[in-house]
């Protein structure tokens, strides 16, 4: 069982930033590909970032490039979403999600892909 943490959303202005945190367990962290997905209101649940496993490749959904960066800390079991220029558009609830197959591919962009998920974290950027 992997349990994952989320913490660092909350109300911020447009423009501003937040940094988001997951809390992982399991003890082959390093083997496992990380994801955030946010869902709206009234929407589905939709890829963000992810963060290979075996390399240092990271992928974004077109609308976050050049705004979030998604990091990771293998020695804290841990990973990041730094979120600046936000935007309104941005508001979600976010949540972090693990993929523990070791699959040697680059991480997925479908909920499918992730067999667990954290409790997820809102995200208000007012304008």
């Known amino acids: 069982q992997v349990q994952l943490v989320e913490s660092g959303g909350g109300l911020v202005q447009a423009g501003g930033s937040l940094r988001l945190s997951c809390a992982a367990s399991g003890r082959t962290f390093n083997r496992y590909h990380m994801g955030w997905f946010l869902q709206a209101p009234g929407k589905e649940r939709e890829f963000v970032a992810a963060t290979s496993w075996f390399t240092s490749n990271t992928y974004y959904r077109d609308s976050v490039k050049g705004r979030f960066t998604i990091s990771r800390d293998n020695a804290k079991n841990a990973v990041y979403l730094q979120m600046n220029s936000l935007k309104p558009e941005d508001t979600a609830v976010y949540y972090c999600?693990?993929?523990?197959?070791?699959?040697?591919?680059?991480?997925?962009?479908?909920?499918?892909?992730?067999?667990?998920w954290g409790q997820g974290t809102q995200v208000t950027v007012s304008s």
């Open positions: 999600a693990a993929d523990t197959s070791s699959a040697p591919s680059p991480p997925g962009r479908l909920r499918y892909e992730y067999d667990y």
